[in-house]
Each structure stands twice: as structure tokens, then as C-alpha cells.
């Protein structure tokens, strides 16, 4: 028995590992496509030339939107086209299901060109996992030729927004397509700008005299993970505000963590009493209880969120931006990637170099408000110009403003422990002192 | 029992095939699956440490185990007993002369047609903190603010879900037990009124041991149903703590993939538990058939 059964998970082991390569090797063609592009063999018009003889994209994206469903229908679709690859769209309810979906297919052995998703929308906790499972198709990024739009010179210190996804290192595997930043927004009837509050302190006053008038998004769910990194930062002891927590959990003991997080958790278990006594599980439950009138300010993801919100009527007409918190507002980006199965790899690097491209990138922020991807300081004066005015508006703060509070993102091995010391310490209440919790939450990963 | 009857010839057999292969791909195919990955086999999420107990080790030594189970248990079982009274009260009332009778039959049924999730979404609508009732009593004055109104959904209180199970499963229970009080007919009552019986006597001694079988597989239903049930407090639930199958879920979702069979080993518990209650309340009616003098 000692032996027997080890010896069958080995087996199992082994001829599971064995169907991919098999199967991977079936599709010679594409392998070989992929390694050429890689190693940089083959020229633009190469892969173009292949794009249209595969002749089609398959594109999964979150669906959720309306605006951007119909952008990608009759702008997107239409560029596509043009560039002789026909656009297929699969609108999904959670990123996770394309994920999923990978997966399984490489786990069935399906493997470089056999699978059903060419791209993928995505970020953070997705991308982590592709990248984990070891299931993307390659360092594409810098290869593209609308790369020229992006910092990727990793000297520079702002390209750290296209070369980490929470945390995690790209290495090129996937391209920015927007930009986003952590804003809080607020009724100007219910709240007007100069009661509201601008920092953690001011909100920890304003919530004993308004008492349950504020909540935020539960963790696990990335919007409150965000917000917990912010109050994090805000409160980090050492003075060195985000900095810290830029560097991957290997590079902490318990200790150090536990130090830089206690003021924060602190805060939070503080201010828990005056919150309305309901964290919601998403950012669609946090704005019905604004819309409700439950609460008078709320946070998530979003640089021109009140403004689409304002136009589709699902915001009140005096609802605000806030430059709230001042310490820090959050940014970071989300990506464009090709799964390791990719079943048309060089329509999915042509549909990804288009997206890229500044036309569309201006003509998404003009009609449904997603923030560009590309970085300003890459283009030409007069692309600066028309990408100003075609803008929307913030509505109470400018973009000046927004762009001197952004802080990065949290490392993303760091957000695990985040999110297990917020369920152990504010969820569950734990009586265990801070540094076991935060060593236990440490050892879970 | 009769020899030839009590024999599955093929006929019988080839009959039952298409349900059976059903039950045994569909259900035992992803217990055993569950059961395996909840051992550490797991390779496609790089979890090859079978055999391990260390997922089960984990679950049980989390004190939010404990309080998940406490909450699964408390959901499933007060709708249980409740509805199981309810509906034994309005099946007495049903079985009944009166005015109307034909348009009452028709009008408890119709929850059962709904599915849950119209039932959760009626929830919100009515019972939300932005709900039709909180607006209803802030427009009349009662409270100063809708947010005011008692929170009946999403806190671990758990009233919202309980109140769609009630609403969904006390006509499924009045209608089992409605149809065994037409079966059995009124003689027997009726005898025992003429007895000199009085009406609960007759009740307690003559109505409830009949009617005990159509209960006691009514609830049993009804309780592994609450038990397993997912949708309902995924929706209606607190954040924390909620039943052990949203806390499988949530380990299950978790974008960490080797959390999976820990989500697993939950589900596994959650099946084991959910069968022992079972077997020890069918054993228990047993017992009790046999002390009114029925055949076990």
C-alpha cells in the first residue's frame, strides 16, 4: 500500500502529462508559427498574411456592458474586417468561465493552435492564473508594432502599469487595453464637495456623525480588495505609503507584514461599527445602495464612470467624482492576452496590435468611456490634443488631479494574504493576536 | 413479499437503464470525482499529493467550518419544521368542505411552478432595504429612512432565504400530504367521532399516525433539499457566515486553483452529513411505524 499508491497517482501523473505533448505536436503548423514569431523570425506582414488565411478571431470578453458591446460590434468588428479576419465575440457573464475554459481544453490536450479562445479580456486574478498554470501563448507585446504606444522600457519607472498586473510580471504576455483608477464618487445634494470627506481620518469623523451613511465592497471581490489596500497604504507605518507592498511576499517575514498592516487593519475594524452594517459582494450591489439612498459615497474602478453613468440615467444628474482618498488612488490597467491554445494565433496578435492602435484607442474613450490604454507621453502632440478632446468629463476634479493621487496597484501574491487577513481579522472577528493571523493567512498561500 | 414480483427481470431491467446510467454518470461519476480531487488529486491544478488528508484536516480544523455547519443546519432545518406544520394545518384545512375550495386548490400551487430564483428575486423586491415594503412604510411615515427597515436579507439571520423556502415548499408539502388525506377518506374519523372521540384526539390518534408516512418523506425531501441548497443563500445570504455549500463555492472560485479540493472536501462532508441526517430520521420513523403497529 505504501508503495501502490503513489506509484498509481504517479502513473496517473505521468499520462496526463503525456496527452498534451502528443496532442500539441498535431498541430505542427501553428507550433511552429509561434516559435518563429517569438524569436522575432518573421515580419509584420507575415503574420498578417497568416491572419487572413486563418481568417477569424475569437475574442472572449465580460459582456456586461451594453456600450461596449455595441462599440465592439460597429467599430471593432468593422476595422477587423478590413483587415481580412472576421471578429467573433463571446460576451461572458465572469472572465473566469474563459479561463475555465483554457483550461480544460489544455488539459484535455489540446494544445498550440487546437483550442476555441484566440483572446481573452482580462487582469489581476485571471491573468494570475493563466500565467500560474503556465497557459499563455507567449512574449508577444513588444513584438506588436503599435508596441510604440506603450512605456515598455522598463527603466522608466511608469512602465510599471503595462509590465505588472497586480503584482504580477507580464513578461509581455498580454497587452494594455485600458487604464482604470480607483475613484469614489458621491450625490452632490446629498453630499455636497465640502462636507465630503478627502482622506481616512476625515471619513472616520464624517461616519460618527453619519453613521451607516458609507460601505464597501466585500473582500475576496477585487473592488474591496482595492479599497483595503488603499486604507493599507494610508496607514503604513513605515512612511513609505504603496512602496512596501510593490515587493512579492518572499521578500517579507510575518513580522515586517504584520507591522506595515496593523495601522490599517486597525482602521478598519474601527470604522466597522459606523459602516452600514452590510458588505456588499459587488460593485453592482454597492451602487444600489447609493441609487437607494443607503449610502452617500461609494468607491470602485472607474476614471469616467459617473460620467457613462450620468448619460445612461443610472447615476442622478448631481452625482460627483470625489478626490477621495488623497493619500493614494489606486491605478493600474487591463489587458488583452493569448491563451497558450490559441486556435488562430496571428489573427489574435493582428486583432491585439489594432486595439492598440490610436485610432481605437481615442474612438473608445470618445463613445463609451474606456480610459486609453496607450500612454500619453508616447504620442504625438497632436494625438495628445485629440485625445483631450474627445475626453469625458470627471465631473468635480480633473485629470490632473486624479493623475497626482495615483499610487500602483498591491503585488498580487501580497492581495492573497490581503484578502485572507480581512476575512480572519474584520470578517470573522479572530481573537488570535495580528502577527498569527497574518502568519497563518501567509502560510494558506 | 412474492417471489416473482420481488424479482427485476431484464424487461424491468432494460426500463430502469436510462434513469440508472443517468444517476451513475451524472451523480456518482462527480461524487467519485469530488472525492478524489478532495484526496489531492488534482494534477490539472498541480495538486498531486494523493493520497492526502491534509484538505479535510484544513476544513475541520477552521473554526468558520463549525459556524458554516451550525448555519446550514439552522436554515434547513426550521423551514423544515415550520412548513411541515404549516402544511399539515392548511392540508386539514384543504381536505375540508367549504366555499371556494376549487379556487384554493388552484391557488397554492402556483409557487411550486416558480423557480427559486423568481422566488429570491420576489425577496429583494419586497423585502430589500430599497424594497417595495421599506419604501411603503417610509412613505407612510413609520421609519425616517428606507435604510431604516429591519434587515431581512443578506445578514446571517437568514430570514429572506428562509422565507423563500416556506413559500416555495409548503405547497409542494401540502400537496403530498393533501393527497394522502384524500386516499385515506374520512371513515376512519368520522368512526372515531362517533366514539366519543374529541376533535384533537381524533387528530393526535387517528388523522396524524396516517398521515406520518406522507410527512415524514415530505420533510425529508424538503430538509436534504435546504441542506444542499446553493442558489438561495448565495443570494439571500450574509457575506460570513453563510452555508457550507457558498463557502464551497467561494473556495471553489478562489483564482488560486489549489484551493479546489478544499472546496471538495467540504462538498464531500457536506454529502456525508446530509445522508447520516437522513438515514437517522428514516430510521427513527421506522421506529416509530413500529410503535403504532405498522410493518417496518
Request: glycine share 8%.
Amino acid at each position: 500500500m505504501t508503495l501502490k499508491l503513489p506509484m498509481m497517482a504517479l502513473a496517473g501523473f505521468v499520462a496526463l502529462g503525456m496527452v498534451p505533448s502528443v496532442a500539441a505536436a498535431a498541430d505542427t503548423a501553428a507550433e511552429q508559427f509561434r516559435d518563429q514569431f517569438l524569436n522575432g523570425e518573421l515580419t509584420w506582414d507575415d503574420v498578417s498574411a497568416r491572419a487572413r488565411q486563418e481568417g477569424e478571431v475569437n475574442w472572449f470578453h465580460w459582456g456586461g456592458s451594453e456600450q461596449l458591446n455595441s462599440w465592439i460590434e460597429q467599430v471593432a468588428a468593422p476595422e477587423m474586417k478590413k483587415l481580412g479576419v472576421t471578429l467573433k465575440t463571446t460576451r461572458l457573464a465572469g472572465t473566469r468561465e474563459a479561463v475555465d475554459l483554457v483550461l480544460t481544453e489544455k488539459q484535455a490536450g489540446r494544445g498550440v493552435g487546437e483550442g476555441s479562445v484566440d483572446l481573452i479580456w482580462l487582469n489581476g486574478d485571471n491573468f494570475y492564473t493563466l500565467s500560474s498554470q503556465d497557459a499563455l501563448f507567449g512574449s508577444f507585446a513588444e513584438k506588436l508594432p503599435q508596441s510604440r504606444n506603450f512605456e515598455f522600457d522598463s527603466t522608466d519607472p511608469r512602465s510599471q502599469l503595462n509590465l505588472s498586473d497586480f503584482g504580477t510580471p507580464t513578461g509581455g504576455q498580454e497587452m494594455p487595453w485600458s487604464g482604470e483608477q480607483y475613484i469614489c464618487y458621491a450625490d452632490m445634494a446629498r453630499l455636497p464637495r465640502q462636507e465630503a470627506p478627502a482622506d481616512f481620518e476625515e471619513l472616520e469623523g464624517w461616519l460618527k456623525e453619519n453613521p451607516g451613511r458609507f460601505t464597501y465592497v466585500k473582500p475576496p471581490h477585487y473592488i474591496g480588495n482595492t479599497f483595503v489596500q488603499t486604507v493599507l497604504y494610508a496607514f503604513n507605518p513605515s512612511g513609505r505609503g504603496y512602496q512596501d507592498f510593490q515587493k512579492p511576499i518572499e521578500e517579507f517575514t510575518p513580522e515586517a507584514l504584520a507591522e506595515i498592516m496593523l495601522p490599517g487593519f486597525e482602521y478598519l475594524k474601527r470604522i466597522e461599527p459606523h459602516l452600514l452594517p452590510v458588505y456588499p459582494q459587488n460593485q453592482q450591489a454597492n451602487q444600489a445602495l447609493y441609487n437607494n439612498g443607503e449610502v452617500d459615497l461609494a468607491c470602485e474602478f472607474g476614471l469616467y464612470l459617473v460620467d457613462s453613468y450620468r448619460k445612461t440615467g443610472a447615476f442622478s444628474e448631481t452625482t460627483e467624482t470625489l478626490l477621495f482618498p488623497n493619500t493614494g488612488m489606486i491605478k493600474n490597467k487591463n489587458f488583452l492576452t493569448i491563451p497558450v491554445n490559441a486556435p488562430h494565433p496571428a489573427a489574435a496578435l493582428v486583432f491585439a496590435d489594432l486595439m492598440s492602435r490610436f485610432d481605437m484607442q481615442a474612438s473608445k474613450l470618445e463613445k463609451i468611456g474606456y480610459p486609453l490604454g496607450i500612454d500619453r507621453w508616447k504620442l504625438s502632440k497632436q494625438q495628445q490634443e485629440t485625445a483631450n478632446s474627445v475626453a469625458p468629463s470627471h465631473f468635480g476634479v480633473t485629470a490632473e488631479d486624479l493623475a497626482a493621487v495615483a499610487v500602483p496597484d498591491t503585488n498580487a501574491s501580497l492581495v492573497k494574504v490581503i484578502e485572507r487577513v480581512w476575512q480572519a481579522y474584520i470578517e470573522r472577528k479572530s481573537d488570535k493576536p495580528f502577527p498569527e493571523i497574518v502568519l497563518n493567512a501567509m502560510k494558506a498561500g | 413479499m412474492n417471489g416473482k414480483e420481488g424479482r427485476l427481470t431484464l424487461t424491468k431491467w432494460l426500463g430502469l437503464l436510462p434513469a440508472l446510467t443517468v444517476l451513475a454518470v451524472l451523480f456518482a461519476g462527480a461524487l467519485v470525482f469530488a472525492a478524489v480531487q478532495s484526496f489531492g488529486h488534482a494534477p490539472q491544478y498541480g495538486v498531486t499529493e494523493f493520497p492526502t488528508l491534509k484538505y479535510y484536516r484544513g476544513v475541520l480544523g477552521d473554526d468558520g467550518f463549525w459556524v458554516s455547519l451550525g448555519i446550514t443546519f439552522y436554515y434547513a432545518l426550521v423551514p423544515t419544521v415550520l412548513g411541515g406544520a404549516l402544511s399539515l394545518a392548511l392540508a386539514l384545512s384543504l381536505s375540508r368542505r367549504f366555499r371556494g375550495k376549487a379556487l384554493a386548490l388552484f391557488l397554492y400551487r402556483i409557487p411550486m411552478v416558480v423557480p427559486y430564483l423568481v422566488g429570491v428575486s420576489l425577496a429583494i423586491l419586497l423585502f430589500a432595504n430599497g424594497g417595495l415594503f421599506a419604501r411603503l412604510f417610509h412613505a407612510l411615515g413609520v421609519i425616517a429612512t428606507p435604510a431604516d427597515f429591519p434587515r431581512l436579507i443578506q445578514t446571517s439571520g437568514g430570514v429572506g432565504i428562509m422565507m423563500v423556502y416556506l413559500w416555495k415548499q409548503v405547497p409542494f408539502m401540502t400537496a403530498m400530504l393533501y393527497a394522502n388525506l384524500i386516499v385515506i377518506g374520512r371513515q376512519p374519523e368520522e368512526a372515531a367521532t362517533l366514539l366519543g372521540a374529541s376533535p384533537w384526539q381524533t387528530f393526535r390518534h387517528v388523522t396524524l399516525p396516517r398521515l406520518m408516512p406522507a410527512l415524514v418523506g415530505s420533510t425529508l425531501i424538503v430538509f436534504a433539499f435546504n441542506f444542499g441548497a446553493f442558489e438561495v443563500p448565495f443570494i439571500l445570504g450574509a457575506g460570513y457566515p453563510n452555508t457550507l455549500t457558498v463557502e464551497a463555492w467561494r473556495l471553489f472560485d478562489n483564482p488560486d486553483y489549489s484551493q479546489r479540493p478544499a472546496a471538495m472536501a467540504i462538498v464531500c462532508l457536506l454529502t456525508l452529513i446530509s445522508a447520516v441526517c437522513v438515514l437517522l430520521y428514516l430510521m427513527l420513523s421506522r421506529r416509530f411505524d413500529r410503535t403504532v403497529g405498522r410493518a417496518a
